[in-house]
């Protein structure tokens, strides 16, 4: 068994070396269990449904993670570092990002993942239900299709005038931790998945996402266990929501949403503590996607040449603040003179991301 003392110190520099990789930090905190699943209740099996001993049953807590998310907040796709320390040990843990129903990227978001639909009941809205129907793969799909038909019903007494409310969600990765429940997983949102499964309980086709591996040897007095227990080999994947795996990417524009991470509980194998998707932890974060000009690119075609210099040169002297003379205060000091033409010059032959 490894040194609690020293995987502690390895894990405690694996999260101060994830900080602004990036650009952008987010610390993940604990979240209530019903995000995104209102009925959630925590899974106290690991990926293998091994029992947790009953005194890590009843101390542990999310707030004694450390989570933290390292994520570009200005590229063409969501990407970034997740890196955790003291999460649940050989546990399976699914990466959202979760918009609300009041925001403007929650329509961009569904599109690319999941919707949650809840209906006005007179006085409250209903604790809700996933739309189930993806359909062939393709988008729109029929999920797509009642959020459309659900979202323009008007219900004068509800809070938004509207019959439903949707949250759009999007299942993006997964992982499985360590013996200290620690993980460091690089992530991109080019992916769009509908639950997680073990390769024990369905065999993965060539459409959905890959399968990560664990080989854990769980014995007493490791953490979260009384238990001697055998070689464990756990293979977990992706079921595919919309197609194809690694071609499903966020619409451009600004988005508010949370990061979070959700229990994965395979649909409680393991009997009654095998849980039902309960919310661990989750921060909000701020990103734009988009096309990524590099600097000096004044016009705007993703490669710095001549033509930026000849862009700058004929607004030099004028007011950055009228027409498009913005792009060619490409220094950003307010001014448009000959040190953007410096700084274009400089830049000569960068392109775009």
């Known amino acids: 068994m490894r040194s609690r003392g020293v995987a502690f110190m390895l894990a405690c ?59 570009s907040d200005s590229a063409r796709t969501f990407r970034g570092t997740l890196t955790a320390y003291n999460l649940k040990p050989n546990f399976t843990y699914q990466l959202k990002l979760v918009g609300s129903p009041e925001s403007d ?11 949650w639909e809840q209906i006005w009941m007179g006085t ?12 062939s793969g393709e988008s729109p799909n029929p999920n797509d299709y009642d ?19 949707h949250t759009g969600y999007l299942l993006l990765d997964y992982f499985i931790t360590d013996e200290l ?26 459409l959905n996402g890959p399968a990560k591996l664990a080989v854990f040897d769980a014995d007493i007095g490791d ?15 992706g079921e595919w929501e919309r197609l194809p795996v690694g071609g499903i990417f966020l619409a451009d524009g600004a988005y508010t949403a949370q ?44 490669i710095v040449s001549i033509l930026d210099l000849l862009f700058v040169r004929d607004r030099l002297g004028e007011s950055p603040e009228t027409d ?18 410096i700084f274009v010059r400089n830049n000569l032959g960068m392109k775009a991301e």
């Open 13 to 71: 520099a694996a999260l101060s070396a994830a900080v602004s990789a990036f650009g952008a930090t987010a610390v993940l905190e604990l979240i209530p269990p019903g995000l995104t699943s209102p009925t959630g209740y925590y899974r106290w099996m690991d990926s293998a449904d091994q029992l947790y001993s009953p005194d890590y049953r009843n101390e542990y807590s999310y707030d004694q993670a450390s989570v933290l998310v390292d994520y």
């Open 181 to 206: 429940g620690a993980a460091r997983v690089e992530f991109e949102a080019n992916s769009s998945y509908h639950v997680l499964w073990k390769t024990s309980q369905y065999s993965p086709t060539a």
């Open 223 to 237: 953490i979260g266990y009384a238990t001697d227990y055998p070689l464990q080999a756990v293979g977990v994947y």
């Open 147 to 165: 959020y459309f038909y659900h979202s323009s019903m008007l219900e004068p007494t509800s809070p938004t005038g509207k019959r439903y409310r």
């Open 324 to 341: 498009d003379n913005a792009e060619a205060d490409v220094n950003g000091d307010g001014r448009i003179n000959v040190l953007d033409l």
């Open 259 to 302: 990061v979070i991470l959700t229990e994965e509980s395979f649909h409680a194998s393991g009997g009654t503590l095998g849980g039902q998707w309960a919310g661990a932890v989750g921060c909000v974060v701020q990103f734009t996607i988009g096309p990524q000009f590099p600097p000096g690119d004044a016009n705007r075609d993703g």
């Open 105 to 115: 990227c929650n329509e961009r978001i569904g599109l690319a993942g999941r919707w």
């Open 124 to 135: 409250y809205w209903s604790s809700g239900w996933n739309l189930n129907n993806k359909g």
